[in-house]
């Protein structure tokens, strides 16, 4: 158990409402990651971040914002959500040792209605 | 662009039989690999990971590595209905400690 929690764990919203997720982890790891998950496209980054106020994009960063001002929370915003941004959202952590293994919550699944 | 290919399945095999996973990269740079197992609904769980080239064995689970055909493997002997999931293989990116992660494979074993 990597301590990492999410929340919600579940939630639906209508079109153009934001909507921010929390993952929030316990032990200081220093990278933590947003990925979304959908049929047939595996896991896909969104945003990470390498340390406080510190983030970058990933492959499907569009439509997404993320903050860190402190080490043990991450938070994914959707600004106006889309119905394509339906899914299952995951927060993983790196330890940042040289074995590069992954972590991950246990998700939150989004409906955008 | 960086790419992990997997066979999506599903793959079925007989209990008590070996399911045998594949996976192929484009990045000669990764270094270490991973194959983590999902149920449905459920997170990703990492289950190995291997580096050097040649067999990794834990418990009923062997990866296998050939970086020269840029090959990874998962042997699952003794399969369990348990075993049934979507596996996923993982290379790593030599930035920030991402992961390029293939779509998975759905494993069904048959009791």
């Known amino acids: 158990d990597a301590g990492i929690t999410q929340s919600p764990r579940h939630k639906v919203t209508e079109t153009g409402t934001p909507v921010t997720l929390r993952c929030h982890q316990t032990e200081n790891h220093r990278y933590m990651y947003w990925y979304r998950q959908d049929p047939g496209h595996g896991l896909r980054l969104i945003h990470y971040?390498?340390?406080?106020?510190?983030?970058d994009k990933g492959e499907v960063s569009d439509g997404y914002s993320v903050s860190r001002s402190k080490t043990e929370d991450f938070l994914l915003t959707l600004e106006s959500a889309t119905s394509s941004q339906t899914s299952v959202y995951f927060c993983a952590i790196s330890t940042g040792t040289s074995s590069y293994e992954q972590y991950f919550g246990p998700g939150t699944r989004l409906t955008v209605t | 662009q960086k790419e992990v290919e997997q066979n999506s399945g599903p793959l079925s095999v007989p209990e008590g039989a070996i399911a045998s996973l594949n996976c192929t990269y484009s990045?000669?740079?990764?270094?270490?690999f991973f194959w983590y197992r999902q149920y449905s609904g459920k997170s990703p769980e990492l289950i190995m990971f291997i580096y050097s080239n040649g067999d990794k064995e834990d418990g009923r689970f062997t990866a296998q590595l050939n970086k020269a055909s840029q090959y990874v493997s998962l042997l699952i002997r003794d399969s369990q209905p348990s075993d049934s999931a979507t596996y996923l293989c993982?290379?790593?990116?030599?930035?920030?400690?991402?992961?390029?992660w293939g779509a998975g494979t759905k494993l069904i074993i048959k009791p």
């Open positions: 993982a290379a790593s990116m030599d930035s920030n400690y991402q992961l390029i």
């Open positions: 990045d000669r740079g990764s270094q270490s």
């Open positions: 971040s390498y340390g406080v106020k510190d983030t």
